[in-house]
C-alpha cells in the first residue's frame, strides 16, 4: 500500500515563495508518474504539475502555474518537491501530492491512484 506524505505548506505574501515536499512510500512501480494537485473549496481538484520518471525525467505543467512552478524530485528516494515562486493569492488552495498519476483523454482530466493527505497554501495580498 502506497503511503503519501505531503509537507512544507503554509502561508506567504503575494510574490513570496514556499517548497512543498511530498514521500510516497510504498511504492511499488518505479516508473509510475507523480504529481500534485489542488484544490479550493467548492471547487474541483486540478492539475498543478507532473513529473514522469521512464524514459527520463519529464516536467508537465497547468498554464496557470508554467513559469512560476518547478517540479522536481528524486525517484529512488520516492520524493517529489514543488517550489513555487510569485505566488499570487488565486495559489491559495490545499495542495495534495499524488502517485500512479495518468491522464483520461476521454475526459481531458488527469487522475492518482494514490494521494495524501494534503498541505494548505494560503497567498495573501
Known amino acids: 500500500q502506497v503511503h503519501v506524505v505531503e509537507s512544507g505548506g503554509g502561508s506567504v505574501q503575494a510574490g513570496g515563495s514556499l517548497r512543498l515536499s511530498c514521500v510516497a512510500s510504498?511504492?511499488?512501480?518505479?516508473?509510475?508518474?507523480m504529481g500534485w494537485f489542488r484544490q479550493v473549496p467548492g471547487r474541483e481538484r486540478e492539475f498543478v504539475a507532473l513529473i514522469t520518471w521512464g524514459g527520463g525525467n519529464r516536467q508537465y505543467y497547468a498554464d496557470s502555474v508554467k513559469g512560476r512552478f518547478t517540479i522536481s524530485g528524486d525517484n529512488a528516494m520516492n520524493t517529489v518537491f514543488l517550489q513555487m515562486n510569485s505566488l499570487k493569492p488565486e495559489d491559495t488552495a490545499v495542495y495534495y501530492c499524488a502517485d500512479r498519476v495518468y491522464y483520461v483523454p476521454g475526459g481531458d482530466e488527469w487522475k492518482a491512484d494514490n494521494w495524501g493527505q494534503g498541505t494548505e497554501v494560503i497567498v495573501s495580498s
Open positions: 510504498g511504492r511499488t512501480d518505479s516508473n509510475s508518474d
